[in-house]
Nanobody
């Protein structure tokens, strides 16, 4: 059973930095796209950044120039380096990955449990 486990969330003052990690495990053959989403209270979940298996990246406009997504394929892990954080970045951050694994027919999408990021002014 594939699991995604996020870490690295916390509380920081505006202008600070955090680095989120999401490690996938559980009979994995390969991981296609890996994505960071976030959801603020009362808001819809929104895409923050995504990275393909080949390393191609896309960012939400709100993340461009401040956030960097990367991945370590050997560790089945995706990272989100967040700099110049703003109060409006406060949200629960979720990892999502499309994974081919033992016992499943074709690639499947999996979510992590989320990690809270709080930015104070």
């Amino acid at each position: 059973q594939v699991q995604l486990v996020e870490s690295g969330g916390g509380s920081v003052q505006a202008g600070g930095s955090l680095r989120l990690s999401c490690a996938a495990s559980g009979g994995i053959f390969s991981i296609n796209v890996m994505v960071w989403y976030r959801q603020a209270p009362g808001m819809q979940r929104e895409l923050v950044a995504r990275i393909s298996s080949g390393g191609g990246t896309n960012y939400a406009d709100s993340a461009k120039g401040r956030f960097t997504i990367s991945r370590d394929n050997a560790k089945n892990t995706v990272y989100l380096q967040m700099n110049s954080l703003k109060p409006e970045d406060t949200a629960v951050y979720y990892c999502y990955a499309v994974v081919s694994s033992l016992g499943t027919l074709g690639p499947q999408g999996y979510w992590g449990q989320g990690t809270q990021v709080t930015v104070s002014s």
